[in-house]
């Protein structure tokens, strides 16, 4: 199942002025290969998980139409990258915003 995705503000931007950049060249072409390269390189691990917990996972993989190994990377990733957030912080986040703007 394909799913289309919606792209952000930023991403809105770089579609609409593609037009304007230009090829990176020389050294700064090998520098930005070079991490795009140890970027896409993966390394196989060996995983212990509930039953349950893994069953779960699929689940939810296929809520999202995704195989479950790319979810947990995912995932994964989110969590080292401090872009995975707990609902009940956001809402706490949210309602203390909302008071400030009361004050």
Known sequence: MKRR???TAEEKKIENEIDTYRSVTGEKRKKVESIIAGAKKNK???????NYDLEKLKEKAEQ??????TL???V???YITNQLFEKDEIIKSFRLLKEERAI
């Open 44 to 50: 196989a691990i060996s995983l212990r998980i509930s």
């Open 64 to 69: 999202e139409g995704l195989p479950y190994q």
């Open 72 to 74: 947990i990377t995912t």
């Open 76 to 78: 994964l990733h989110k």
């Open 5 to 7: 995705y919606n792209l």
